[in-house]
Structure formats: C-alpha cells, structure tokens
C-alpha cells in the first residue's frame, strides 16, 4: 500500500520503517528540513538499536523517502499521524501539533476522490479521535482511525514489527478493512473498537505499568527498613501468573517521554470530567519523591554529602537511548549538587545533552575516570559499560569502596567480596 507518515520522531520514523520493511511504500513527513535532508542520507536523529541499518536498506531498495511537505503524501492510502503532543504547563497533552497536521490533511485531501484512512498514532486524549474526525468531515471519503503505539525506547523497531497487539479504533467497515490489509504481513492479537476505547487503553496501559513501578519503589523503602530484599520478594510476586514478572522493578523510578507525560495527561482528563484517580496521583508522587528518598539514604550512609565526591554512572532515562527527558539522573545530580557533592559522571551516548543542563559535574568517557578518586559510585542508569565493571580495578580507583546501586544491577555478593560495601534500592 501507498503509505505517508506525518512527523518523524521516534513513533514516526519507527513506524515508516518498521511498514517499509513490511513491504509498503511508503513516505515520511517532517516540516522540519535539516532533518528531512539527514534522513535522505540515510542519517537517524535518534539512536535507536537497529534503526539506522534498517533506514539504510528501505531507502536503498526505494521503499522510503522522505519530503517535508505534506504534498508528498498525495498518493497515500493510509496516512499516519505521529507528531508530539507534548505536556502543557497543566500537565494536559498540548494538540497543537496534531491539529495543524489534521489541517494539512483537510486542504491536501479535501474532496480528492479516493477512500483512504487517517490513522492517528499519536497518544492524545479520549475524544480526541472524535473531533480530528469533526475537522476532516468534508473529505468524505477519508476515514479516522486510531492506532496506538505501544513501542519502547530502545527496543522500538522490533517493538514495531512485532507489536504485543494491534489496537485499532474506528466506526466504518472500510477503516478495519483498510488497517487489516495494512497490518496483513504483522502477527499480533487485535483489538477492534471505538476510537474513545483505542485511546484509553493507551493511557491505561501507560498508567498501569506506571503505577507497578512506584508500586514497588514504595515498598522498597519498606524493603530498606525491614532488611528484606526487594528483588526476591519482587521475583516471588512475578510468579503468580496473575501478576506476571514484567514492570516489577525496583530502581530510582520511571523516566521518559511517556510514563511522566502520559500519566499527567490522563489525570489532566480526569479533573475535566470531575474525576478524582487517587492512585495514580500517589503514583506520580512515590516517582518524583524517590531519587531524594535514595540521595538520603546515600547522605545517611556516607555521613554527609558536603564535598564528598560522588561518580554518576548512566545518565539516560534508561539504557540503549540517548533520551534524557525525565531521566533521573537529571533530578539525583540535581540533590547531590544542592547538598554540595563534588560531581562525575559517565553515560556511553546522553552525556553531551546533560552536560549543557550541568556543567559544574565533570563528564568522562570512561567508567574508571569516572571513578577515580570517588567516595562514591552510584548507578542510574544499567548500561551494559555500567554493569561490566573490573571490580579490582574499580576498587583500587575509588578513595572510598561505597557502591549504590540505583537499579540493583550490580553483583551484590561478588563487590562484597572485592571489600565494597553495596548498597541497592531496598536490599541492604
Ligand atoms: C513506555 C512503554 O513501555 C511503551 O509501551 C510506551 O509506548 C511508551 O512508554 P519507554 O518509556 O520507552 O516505553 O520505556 P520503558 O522500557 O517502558 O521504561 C520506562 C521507565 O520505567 C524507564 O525509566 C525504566 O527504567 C523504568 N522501569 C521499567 C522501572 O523502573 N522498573 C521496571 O520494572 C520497568
């Protein structure tokens, strides 16, 4: 199928691909013409496992290209729309984007003969379907969808071509018609329904794997107390097949551009309609409170953190990404600066972006000068390069053998071993 996708974040350009490699032909959008000309050479703005490789080959085999105007998206049977719908100052999603695409849609498709569908891939708010729906009316012959993505930074091209599920929402014969030929080459369990339920289950999914990480993160700091191990009793709960072990990790909380985002925004929804979602505010809560909750327990263990010299290892909001928004790195530096820690920190990919938000840490390219002459090694975030640590070596770099391991990654018993004295998040 003739295929166009509206914005090339990371939900577009993983998509156009991913149905590039699926066999359609398809073009990507961006107004934004640096990036436009850096992904006709085949360049990825992002870093993404797989991403750039496979840009490469669709482009080659002329499966892809790219314009950056909505003209080249003519010819297109299925059109996506995939712009960002960032958080506004009242946590609400911010449409603007989204409209302004919708608006391109109406004057390119307007009264040109030929069924087609409009897919919003966009998380927007419930109802949101409904009134793009409203804007398009006189293009007669295009029909609205919403098609949730459910991909994950670091994993999002596999993610994409072979998704967990395929949501599709819409009100017309032809629009399923449309999206199961789309998706005929994909395997994965649909889910057919109105747009307003395609739209929930996004956030409500988003909510919920929100909500078992702090769920875990609060009874870690229980965990702390009681000196019981968070990962066993975790490992214990994952079990059960009703809970299953997905999302039940412990750590310094969730970053990202979807979980802070999509959790606000859902809430956002909630107070218009006059609807209190009590858990999900102690969600957002138990997430904003926990690197100060961990810093604390770092202070109380080193006896004060005034010039104490602290190593950071992994900045990223998590690993295989370069993505820092919400990272928790950015708010524990933030607590050691303000308690008048001296700073380094390493990140294989996301250092240079934290670097411009923090200049006083020192930034390093290696994990051992990073820690060199620290009192203090903490993890934020488990790359690969901050797990497989020469522990020996660690130990004859550091002033002082005190190991935080942030996301509980680390070999407790063998650094225990070297001397160190381990301390995870809710396992002593
Ligand atoms: C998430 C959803 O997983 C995805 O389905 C949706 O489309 C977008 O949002 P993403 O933000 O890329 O994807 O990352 P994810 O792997 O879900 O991790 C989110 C955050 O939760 C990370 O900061 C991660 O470190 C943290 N996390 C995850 C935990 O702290 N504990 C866990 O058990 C799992």
Known sequence: MNVAVIGTGYVGLTTAVSLALHGHQV????????????????????????????????????????????????????????????????????????????????????????????????????????????????????H???????????????????????????????????????????????????????????????????????????????????????????????????????????????GGSCFPKDTAALLQVAKEKGVDLNILQQVREVNRTQPAWYVQLIRDKLQGLREKRIAILGLSFKPETDDIREARSLSVIGHFLQEGAFLSAFDPVAADAVARLYPQVRFETDVYETLRGADAAVLVTEWKACIQIDWSKAKALMARPMLFDGRNVWPADLVRQHGFVYTGVGRS
């Open 144 to 254: 609205l969808v919403s098609n949730p993505e459910f991909l994950r930074e670091g994993s999002a091209l596999s993610d994409s071509l072979h998704p967990s599920r395929i949501v599709v929402g819409a009100d017309s014969p032809e629009a399923f018609e449309m999206m199961d030929q789309l998706y005929a080459n994909v395997s994965g369990h649909w889910v057919k329904t109105t747009r307003a339920n395609a739209e929930l289950i996004k956030y409500a999914s988003n909510a919920f794997l929100a909500t078992r990480i702090s769920f875990m993160n609060e009874l870690a700091r229980l965990s702390a107390v009681l000196g019981t191990d968070i990962d066993v009793i975790s490992r214990g709960m994952g079990l059960d097949s009703r809970i299953g072990p997905e999302f039940l990790r412990a750590g310094l909380g969730y």
């Open 27 to 142: 073009v990507g959008i961006d107004v934004d013409r640096e990036k436009v000309t850096r992904l006709q050479q085949k360049k990825s703005p992002i870093y993404e496992p797989g991403l750039e490789d496979a840009l490469g080959q669709v482009i080659d085999q002329g499966r892809l290209r790219f314009d950056h105007t909505v003209n080249g998206a003519a010819e297109a049977t299925v059109l996506f729309i995939c712009v960002g719908t960032p958080e506004a100052d009242d946590g609400s999603a911010d449409l603007r984007f989204l409209h302004a695409a919708a608006e391109d849609v109406r004057n390119l498709y307007g009264q040109k003969p030929g069924k087609r569908a409009v897919v919003i891939k966009s998380t927007v708010p419930v109802g949101t379907g409904d009134r793009i729906a409203e804007q398009l009316k006189a293009c007669t012959e295009v």
